[in-house]
């Protein structure tokens, strides 16, 4: 499907990212035995003895965690209805989800809002909760997730009409570099949302509060 998206980082900048053709779906493994070894060269990388008391379990459950981040299954994102078109907004937001992020291997927090406009399909409520955490569940950047989000909800529900707004907090800004809180901001936005303000004032609003 091929969608002309704009998307906007920090509120105010605009950029067109290239579209790639479609999200991955399979659910990657982790080489298990491969992370134990990197969890015992990490601490000794550190400085630590991995023979001390507190540490003698932590390589498992550092892999025990990339494990279950990385296959984490979604179960079934893709139950639509039919409906008659009717161009009203469907919004769901407050979805929390958990990610890493690509540059620096850590963690960081999104409160994600995804509207869309359906034309044939309707998708169930929770399913768009299972997308978010879904492509959360890899090494991500914030603005790549959402305009994954977005294409995913695009393909399932067969609509051009789909905005996704994220506010992000980022441990890697808190915990290094400018050591300093703070939460960005980007949004997706297509079709009607891309095109008309109206529209998009509309989803903003919704989602406000
Ligand atoms: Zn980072």
Redesign the pocket.
């Given at each position: 499907m091929s969608l002309n998206m704009e998307q906007g980082v920090n509120a105010n900048e605009n950029h067109h990212f290239p579209l790639p053709d479609s999200v991955t779906h399979s659910i990657r493994r982790v080489d298990y035995s491969r992370l134990l070894n990197l969890g015992r060269e990490l601490l000794v990388a550190l400085g630590e003895d991995p023979e001390r008391e507190g540490l003698r379990e932590t390589p498992r459950r550092w892999a025990d965690a990339w494990k279950e981040f990385i296959e984490y299954n979604p179960g079934n994102t893709e139950t639509c209805f039919n409906t008659i078109s009717s161009g009203q907004i469907v919004c769901v937001s407050g979805i929390r989800v958990a990610s890493y992020?690509e540059?620096?291997l850590?963690p960081?927090w999104c409160t994600v809002a995804i509207g869309y406009i359906p034309e044939k399909k309707v998708l169930g409520l929770s399913k768009f909760a299972r997308i978010a955490h879904q492509l959360a569940h890899r090494l991500q950047i914030q603005e790549q997730l959402g305009l994954q989000i977005a294409q995913e909800v695009s393909r399932i529900t067969e609509t051009p009409h789909v905005a996704v707004v994220l506010s992000g907090e980022?441990s890697?800004?808190t915990m290094r570099g400018i050591n300093t809180p703070g939460v960005m901001t980007s949004s997706v936005m297509s079709g009607l949302f891309q095109d008309s303000g109206e529209k998009r004032l509309e989803f903003l609003k919704l989602i406000d509060r």
């Open positions: 992020c540059h620096h850590m960081f980022h890697c800004m």
